[in-house]
């Protein structure tokens, strides 16, 4: 019997040597949860750059960011996304960042490929480069945009575990974080930077926080000294990385096992009530919660309602769910039945949402 054909496996926990955008289109379609791309600036450097002592600033002059001209780059920018788009699930998203010299390029051609738009965050740099030619603002910041696959998408968005994060705080767009230095920063034989747009580990740590669950899959199509993959491996999600240069794939195969994942129990993220499952009011009334008949009270006991056996209620010859008929009640557009209709208890008055909690608790796990 002739067995069928199985895709390949992923690639998973590796770098592939060479162009991300052959290497990706040999993979699956819709593999991917997130992609994470620190592309190329283009940064259009004239010449060297020197300090007031005239040193040398150690810029960025590799030939992997040197383009012909704006069209060559667009063209590099649109293949490389459309292959992205085509590894990404669905509901996947992608992450871009970039500097003034070419994040607003990047984001029209996002945009012409399909992405959806949900984010841009400025990252500000608690210590950057000064502008040693006094002749521009001093460059603090360099922006990210998280885009949907499409606009149908939904992606994964931690908006709990982040507000934890935070301090029970939302988490804003404007991310403080400081630049790759110190022991952080990885080093070739003579002692000199090994890349030159090593990103804080602490930057991925975050996006994969609130944007990736454990066990997710993350591309990186550019993986340089591969802060990707470690914060990946620590963070308990799967990554396939992509690079043509093999001093930086050396040094990242050796940076990422030497990362320590952390534990099951260290992964859990924190959830809020939009992520519990939902209850409907009748499920109350099945549970034995509250029996047909039994009578709900607005605040201050203005209005009474009794609770139907089909789980409407009936208030004042106006009959409707809990919701409807407390907005019919106040006069309001809409109403969170579970908090405005109370229930009579031991300790007096309570939101109808205690019955609610009771009932979610009694759902099999």
């Known amino acids: 019997m002739k067995r069928p054909n199985r895709p390949p496996a992923l690639p998973l926990n590796e770098i592939i040597a060479g162009d991300c955008v052959e290497n990706l289109r040999a993979l699956p379609e819709g593999f991917a949860d997130l992609c994470f791309a620190d592309p190329p600036y283009n940064l259009q450097l004239q010449g060297e750059l020197t300090r007031p002592d005239q040193s040398r600033v150690d810029g960025v002059d590799d030939a992997w960011d040197q383009f012909a001209d704006f069209a060559s780059y667009d063209a590099f920018t649109r293949a490389w996304g459309e292959v992205v788009r085509r590894a990404l699930k669905p509901d996947g998203a992608i992450w871009v960042i970039g500097s003034y010299h070419n994040i607003f390029r990047v984001g029209a051609i996002l945009q012409d490929l399909g992405f959806w738009l949900l984010n841009d965050i400025v990252w500000r740099k608690t210590n950057p480069m000064p502008n040693f030619r006094g002749a521009r603002f001093q460059n603090a910041h360099e922006t990210l945009i998280w885009a949907g696959r499409s606009k149908d998408s939904r992606p994964t968005f931690n908006y709990d575990a982040m507000k934890a994060f935070n301090d029970d705080l939302q988490m804003r767009s404007d991310w403080t974080i400081p630049l790759c230095t110190?022991?952080?920063r990885l080093k070739d034989v003579d002692g000199k930077k090994l890349h030159p747009t090593q990103k804080p580990e602490a930057l991925l740590q975050r996006v994969l926080l609130a944007t990736t669950r454990p066990g997710d899959i993350v591309i990186d199509p550019f993986f340089g000294s591969g802060t990707t993959g470690a914060a990946a491996k620590r963070l308990g999600r799967r990554f396939i990385g992509f690079e043509r240069d093999e001093s930086y794939i050396a040094a990242a195969r050796a940076r990422v096992k030497a990362v320590e994942a952390l534990g099951p129990e260290d992964l859990e993220i924190t959830k809020g009530k939009r992520e519990e499952p939902r209850v409907p009011f009748g499920a109350i009334l099945e549970q034995g919660l509250l029996s047909p008949g039994a009578k709900l009270y607005s605040p201050g006991r203005k209005h009474m309602a009794r609770v139907r056996a089909?789980?409407?209620?009936?208030?004042?010859?106006?009959?409707?769910?809990?919701?409807?008929?407390?907005?019919?009640?106040?006069?309001?557009?809409?109403?969170?039945?579970?908090?405005?209709?109370?229930?009579?208890?031991?300790?007096?008055?309570?939101?109808?949402?205690?019955?609610?909690?009771?009932?979610?608790?009694?759902?099999?796990?």
């Open 182 to 184: 110190g022991p952080e």
């Open 310 to 365: 089909d789980g409407s209620l009936l208030c004042d010859g106006a009959s409707g769910s809990i919701h409807r008929l407390g907005a019919a009640v106040m006069g309001q557009p809409a109403c969170n039945g579970w908090t405005f209709w109370h229930v009579e208890t031991d300790q007096g008055l309570l939101p109808i949402d205690i019955l609610r909690r009771q009932a979610r608790a009694n759902l099999p796990s």
